[in-house]
């Protein structure tokens, strides 16, 4: 990798080189196709490249200083365009003003470079504008599609495109990403078991310090530990205060908001039947608390809870009583 270019990022060295080739050879496509699962990190490269193709200096992009890194850090350069930010859905409308910018004169430098986060969320008459536009580029124009699943987007589409891949990181990338951080042996290793080769996800584990990730993490180990009584109880208060904090919410709507504690129940399910079954778990932080409840459950009982836990998923997104649901699971759980 040329010592011109300063990505600090982990992982996808083949795409990276590859990029970083087509802006040194200026061989740059009129389309790129970044996919991949969310989380490997298909958006910070797509700014790193984008900032890098706009930056003036000669020995280090982007360097952070010109005239052009510091408006991109900004987002005021003009040139550059973006669509689909915070998973907003893309109405052909959305697409069709989109493209239609893009025709405008350049402002500062002679190229224009236009990104589209969450690509597969347009429809099939916004992939028709955007197919349109694909065909006959704008001139000094390249266009960055961002798509998390790329078997939802139209094969016409696809075929216009430079496809980038993103992969998951390997094992030891993620590592030497993680040794920075200031974990302890436990958390480091539960971070590397959670996150799937993927930093993003990480990240979002790793905020304030895990602390979020380990209120969650008591609760429902309080849930697995407690009696039938106190389930209903624990229950019954985690309610009247989602409830509380969401006064306009349906009753359906709060049943979203609990959708990721399935998550956190899953993953701790599978923990309690790896530890009878004599495996390594998953969550090494709360490894004791674990250990400790898991001569509560029978090894059947736990699969056959395991297996229901999609059901209750789907439920949820179903218009279900929620706070009923969250007692069903419980109850369906004897100790
Ligand atoms: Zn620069």
């Known amino acids: 990798m040329s010592d011109k270019y300063h990505w600090p990022i982990f992982g996808h060295k083949q795409a990276i080189q590859f990029l970083q080739n087509s802006i040194e050879q200026e061989k740059l496509a009129h389309a790129y196709l970044f996919y991949g699962s969310k989380g490997l990190g298909k958006k910070m490269i797509a700014n790193y490249f984008a900032s890098s193709i706009f930056c003036t200096s000669v020995d280090k992009k982007p360097c952070g200083q010109?005239?052009?890194?510091r408006l991109v850090a900004k987002n005021s350069y003009l040139d550059l365009y973006t669509l689909g930010k915070d998973d907003q859905e893309?109405?052909?409308e959305n697409v069709r003003e989109f493209m239609h910018s893009l025709q405008m004169a350049n402002i500062y430098s002679n190229k224009k470079i236009a990104i589209i986060y969450n690509v597969e969320k347009i429809n099939i008459f916004g992939a028709n504008a955007l197919l349109k536009t694909l065909e006959e580029p704008p001139a000094n124009t390249i266009i960055i599609l961002l798509a998390d699943n790329i078997n939802l987007l139209p094969a016409t589409v696809i075929s216009r495109c430079q496809p980038i891949k993103f992969q998951a990181?390997?094992?030891?990338?993620?590592?030497?990403?993680i040794s920075k951080f200031d974990f302890d042996e436990s958390?480091?290793?539960?971070?590397?078991?959670?996150?799937?080769g993927k930093p993003g996800l990480a990240l979002q584990l790793m905020q304030?310090?895990?602390d979020p990730w380990k209120k969650n993490c008591n609760?429902?180990?309080?849930?697995?530990?407690?009696?039938?009584?106190?389930?209903?109880?624990?229950?019954?208060?985690w309610f009247a205060l989602l409830k509380k904090e969401n006064p306009e919410a349906r009753v359906s709507d709060l049943g979203q908001n609990t959708k990721v504690y399935i998550d956190y129940l899953e993953v701790m399910?599978?923990?309690?039947?790896?530890?009878k079954l004599d495996k390594p778990i998953v969550n090494q932080v709360f490894k004791s608390e674990l250990n400790n409840i898991s001569s509560s459950y029978s090894s059947e009982q736990l699969l056959q809870n395991l297996t229901r836990l999609t059901d209750y998923k789907q439920k949820l997104n179903n218009n279900v009583n929620p706070q009923l649901l969250w007692e069903n699971i419980f109850l369906n759980l004897p100790r």
Do not use: G, H, P
């Not at 010109?66 to 890194?69: D, N």
């Not at 958390?187 to 799937?196: A, D, G, K, P, Y």
């Not at 609760?219 to 208060?237: A, P, R, V, Y």
């Open 169 to 177: 990181l390997k094992k030891e990338e993620m590592e030497e990403w």
């Open 66 to 69: 010109c005239k052009y890194c």
């Open 269 to 275: 399910m599978r923990d309690l039947l790896w530890i």
């Open 219 to 237: 609760f429902i180990i309080k849930l697995l530990s407690s009696n039938t009584f106190n389930i209903m109880q624990i229950i019954e208060k």
């Open 90 to 92: 893309l109405s052909v």
């Open 187 to 196: 958390e480091r290793q539960t971070i590397m078991n959670l996150s799937f």
């Open 208 to 210: 304030e310090n895990l």
